[in-house]
């Protein structure tokens, strides 16, 4: 029988982190589905994929790119002279 060490944590290895499907709804906050992921997937749009076998998993390197990518950035209002905003 083997002895299972069961006084350690497991510690990934350093390297890439995954996310899964429901790891990537979650860190969206239900705003994109897994519907949504698995139609953008077909098509080949939204955040880079890996496919291992029927595991689906997203690098989260992937996914800050892909945030970065899809920034709106908008211009600064017109600013009131510093001392209109003190008083």
Known sequence: MH???TSRSFVPPAGPVFLTL???VER????VSEGTLRNWRSIRV???FIKSGKAILY????L??????????CRP????PLEDAIS
């Open 46 to 48: 939204g955040p880079s």
């Open 64 to 73: 800050d790119r892909w945030d970065r990518r899809n920034l709106v950035v």
């Open 28 to 31: 969206y906050r239900g705003q």
């Open 59 to 62: 690098p989260l390197e992937e």
């Open 3 to 5: 002895n299972l060490v």
């Open 22 to 24: 429901e790891e990537v």
């Open 77 to 80: 209002s017109r600013s009131l």
